[in-house]
């Protein structure tokens, strides 16, 4: 009988069984037990691989059964006379008839699921004979034997020939190969060195298969190799781990790379690679790794602060709801590690914190803690600060208080909130305790850095004491945040903070990174916005007048015209100007120190107000008391702070915008870098918000946004770039310069590794030209404009990809007062044509048109391009007419080459949807000499 390998898995000379066939009428396959002379092997293996192949759930019994079939044949021998030994005949006929039955299964393509049983059938077959094989053996000898067995014997040939598949033609013969060696690799037991060389080797190399499925299977065999000696390896070679986290890493295939990820054994030289698919392109390997690879890991403080801190930012992030749902489970899951249950939530939580570094990532920590609460409800539930709680604050304890009530406001439980914290009094006193420790701490540490340095010091290093400061300084921060969402209806509690926050402010002592948080505090206690800002005005004249106090007294000048009543008078009758004294350096670096620290109260006070200027009279002193002589300061950081505080005060008050608008233009071009990015988003943020002030200078503006987006620094370049891209999208700003110029900088490979710039443009096209028919209609006329750009670009084929997607007016949104642009795209198939014709691609249109046979493979992908596009059924006449003398002229001369299949193709799929318009012969080529002048 002759049975097509396509069709059929097994057959047996008796019952002619079909892949996948059920099993014949009248009963299930008997498969017989025990071998027997004058039986025929495929008679006995045949009905046992027929019942394997339907369910996994007999393989178990059908495997004894044919392992007693191979015991008894392997006990028929035959002498070979002359002492030369036996010939393990039956042993041969079994292996034979085995081998025949895999063979049946090679061929078949992937997705049947009979194959599929029948190669986890082999596998558990051979899993099954070695195991037997090796516990015989052990039981004989008290150990395993390292001789030749039938079982040994067995699996080294079944290896053998499928290793010589591993290099067949067809896909499907490969890809059931090494999905055998797959399955099977983990129970071979020990091989020859010989033979396990040859099956690295040909892993290693269907790892580069060019079909996916194969490298897959490829992986997984070759994942179960992992433990190379290095001693044994050459000195070039790679280790199994390394070729796993290069396909991890780069193999285009989200199967493989997913397969690769699975099966990769997490190491220190492995986990950076494996953490790095947190960003992978697929979703599924995202999930996979927090769902799996992560939550297999004994503990957490396997990885290191910085990895943990990356697993917990990029998970619960992710802008999949899916993986971050698995991030948030992962985080919630790390709670449950630390010994004490529900019962001791909050000591289980603090560990959770000491995982990060709280001081320098709060953000990530403050991710982890919120996620914990929602994806543990009871674990939020369980959560109670007693009296005891307040009493030795550390950093721990007093952001996971915060990070609770947030949560808590966040929610609207504010029952919790209220039955969970002290009254406002008793916090107060807690905040004063907490700072004057901090200040005590300061002092030490200013007095130690007094000291000889040659001394001996008392055990307490400088790292310590910074540390013990900072941590403290975090704790102060935490407990303002946490004041912020209190309940002040008492009128004590209220006034006891504001008064311990007013006098803190006013320090001069006070941490620039507390500054901040007082200021919300005061925000929170102010009647109005004029009685902060009135405030902080205060705060800043005593810091000035404190810093004053040192300068030197002016000598009296002495006047010949004084008179009688001792009045000093010049000519002019003003009192002349007392001579100056020279400020002693140290006086001077206070009064520098003062300064920055009244800009940076203006800063944070500018920043939460919304007021204009006029309604506030007491800005009016700041301006030229403070701000304006830091911006005129040859102190870089004097000079940053105080360029930042007069751009505020522009953004509430136009005359002044208007007035340091060039200025702030001047200072994005010469300055330093940190200062022309604080200046460039000034320069932004005034164009938003005085937009019609700004433009009626015609040209101006654009001309000097042009030259804003010249920059040599990639991260003044991503402000410019941003900037000019929200104007753009405001509608603000509608320059054709300005588009043309974001779009070389996002297709130039110059820009490659500036990837916030990237990033931000690859969100503004789509968005842009999405947003409009209009927005459409202008990209569409870019594309020539890019092809003809001299600078380096990215190949015109994927340039075409990206205008076809933005310009696909099938995307863009309706609007009321807009019509959609159904034929944006006809007039790119356009230019695409004559971008093929006569654009970055020349052909000569000369009366004896020859085809390009030397055309290039970007001319062939452009051609494919045309059949993507939307070419509406009722395309006005006119440019119905024209585009199809262009595909007639460009099919002429593209004939005989490799793009013109693909040109015939996309007009018969896109170009042939109206009859009237499309269908018809070839024109001739008398009729495609007017053409030339669409050419111009």
């Not at 300005?738 to 443009?761: H, K, W």
């Amino acid at each position: 009988m002759v049975f097509s390998a396509k069709l059929f898995l097994v057959a047996t000379l008796l019952s002619g069984a079909v892949l996948g066939a059920p099993a014949p009428q009248g009963g299930p396959i008997i498969c017989p037990t025990a071998y027997t002379p004058g039986v025929e092997l495929p008679e006995l293996i045949a009905p046992i691989f027929q019942q394997a192949q339907f369910s996994l759930a007999n393989h178990r019994k059908n495997v004894v059964s044919l392992h007693k079939v191979h015991e008894q044949a392997a006990q028929i021998t035959q002498s070979l006379g002359k002492g030369k030994g036996l010939q393990l005949t039956g042993e041969a006929a079994f292996n034979k008839a085995f081998i025949s039955m895999v063979n049946r299964i090679l061929p078949i393509k992937k997705g049947v699921s009979q194959a599929d049983k029948s190669i986890k059938f082999v596998a558990a077959f051979v899993r099954y004979t070695s195991e037997k094989a090796a516990a015989e053996e052990k039981e004989k000898n008290g150990e395993t034997d390292e001789d030749e067995t039938t079982a040994s014997r067995f699996v080294a040939l079944l290896v053998k020939h499928l290793l010589r598949g591993f290099q067949a033609k067809d896909k499907n013969v490969r890809l059931r190969v090494l999905q055998c060696i797959a399955e099977m690799i983990s129970s071979v037991g020990e091989m020859e060195e010989d033979l396990y060389l040859a099956l690295r080797s040909a892993l290693l190399e269907r790892i580069r298969d060019k079909e996916a499925p194969a490298r897959v299977q490829a992986v997984i065999a070759l994942a179960k190799l992992q433990g190379d000696n290095p001693e044994e390896m050459e000195e070039d070679e790679q280790s199994v781990s390394e070729v796993l986290v290069d396909v991890l890493q780069h193999d285009p295939s989200p199967e493989v790379r997913r397969a690769a990820l699975l099966n990769i054994a997490a190491s220190k030289v492995t986990l950076d690679s494996i953490l790095s698919r947190t960003r992978d392109q697929d979703t599924t390997i995202r999930k996979l790794l927090y769902a799996h690879v992560l939550a297999g890991l004994p503990h957490p403080k396997l990885l290191t602060i910085a990895q943990r801190e990356e697993v917990v930012k990029n998970g619960l992030k992710d802008r999949e709801s899916t993986v971050r749902a698995a991030a948030g489970r992962l985080v919630g899951g790390w709670v449950d590690l630390f010994e004490g249950g529900l019962v001791e939530a909050l000591t289980n939580l603090r560990q959770l914190l000491k995982m990060f570094d709280l001081i320098g990532s709060e953000e990530v920590a403050q991710e982890a803690l919120l996620s914990a609460f929602i994806t543990r409800p009871d674990l939020f539930d369980s959560v109670e600060f007693g009296d005891t709680y307040w009493e030795d604050l550390t950093p721990e304890k007093a952001f996971l208080a915060r990070v609770f009530v947030d949560h808590c406001v966040s929610i609207k439980d504010t029952s919790r909130v209220e039955s969970s914290l002290p009254v406002v009094t008793a916090l107060a006193f807690k905040i004063q305790h907490c700072y004057n420790a901090l200040l005590e701490l300061s002092k030490e540490m200013e007095a130690q850095d007094r000291e000889d340095s040659m001394e001996v010091d008392d055990g307490d290093s400088q790292a310590d004491r910074e540390e013990r400061r900072s941590s403290m300084e975090f704790t102060v921060a935490q407990l303002l945040k946490l004041a912020v969402n209190l309940d002040y209806s008492d009128e004590i509690g209220r006034r006891k903070m504001f008064g311990l926050v007013r006098e803190i402010t006013g320090q001069e002592s006070l941490p620039e990174g507390l500054v901040a948080r007082c200021l919300d505090v005061l925000r929170k206690l102010s009647p109005s916005e004029r009685d902060l800002i009135r405030l902080v005005v205060e705060v800043i004249q005593e810091l000035r007048d404190l810093a004053r106090q040192d300068e030197p007294e002016p000598e009296p000048v002495v006047n010949g015209d004084e008179s009688q009543f001792g009045d000093d008078r010049t000519e002019g009758g003003r009192p002349p100007a007392p001579a100056p004294r020279e400020i002693t350096p140290e006086t001077q670096a206070r009064i520098e120190s003062i300064d920055l620290r009244c800009l940076v109260l203006c800063i944070g006070m500018l920043e939460r107000v919304n007021s204009t200027l006029q309604d506030n009279s007491a800005l009016h002193g700041l301006l030229p008391e403070l701000i304006i002589p830091s911006v005129r300061s040859k102190d870089p950081l004097l000079r940053e702070r105080g360029l930042i505080s007069l751009g505020l005060c522009s953004l509430i008050d136009k005359k002044i915008a208007l007035s340091s608008f060039t200025l702030f233009v001047q200072q994005s071009q010469v300055a330093t870098e940190e200062i022309k990015k604080r200046c460039m988003e000034t320069v932004f943020d005034l164009l938003m918000v005085y937009e019609s002030e700004f433009f009626k200078a015609e040209n101006r503006i654009e001309i000097l946004l042009l030259q804003i987006m010249d920059q040599d620094s990639p991260e003044v370049q991503a402000i410019a770039c941003e900037g000019v891209a929200k104007l753009m999208l405001s509608g603000i700003v509608a320059d054709d310069r300005l588009l043309r110029s974001l779009v070389i900088l996002y297709l130039t490979p110059e820009t490659e590794d500036n990837q916030a710039l990237r990033q931000c443009l690859s969100y503004f096209f789509p968005v842009f030209c999405y947003s409009s028919p209009l927005n459409q209609r202008r990209m569409q006329h870019e594309y020539r404009e890019s092809l003809d750009e001299d600078q380096e670009m990215i190949p015109p084929s994927q340039i075409t990809l990206l205008f076809v997607d933005w310009t696909d007016p099938q995307k863009a949104v309706e609007m009321k007062d807009q019509a959609t642009d159904t034929g944006v795209q006809a007039e790119l198939a356009s230019d695409i044509i004559k971008a093929l014709l006569i654009g970055k691609y020349p052909v000569q249109l000369e009366p004896n048109i020859r085809a390009d046979l030397a055309i290039s493979k970007d001319k062939k992908i452009l051609c494919q391009m045309l059949g993507r596009l939307y070419i509406p059924a009722d395309l006005d006449n006119d440019k119905a007419l024209q585009l199809k003398i262009l595909t007639s002229a460009l099919m002429m001369v593209l004939m005989m080459s490799a793009a013109g299949g693909a040109l015939r193709e996309s007009r018969e799929r896109r170009l042939t949807k109206d009859a009237t318009s499309w269908t018809g012969r070839w024109l001739s080529r008398r009729e495609l000499k007017p053409i030339n002048k669409w050419f111009k």
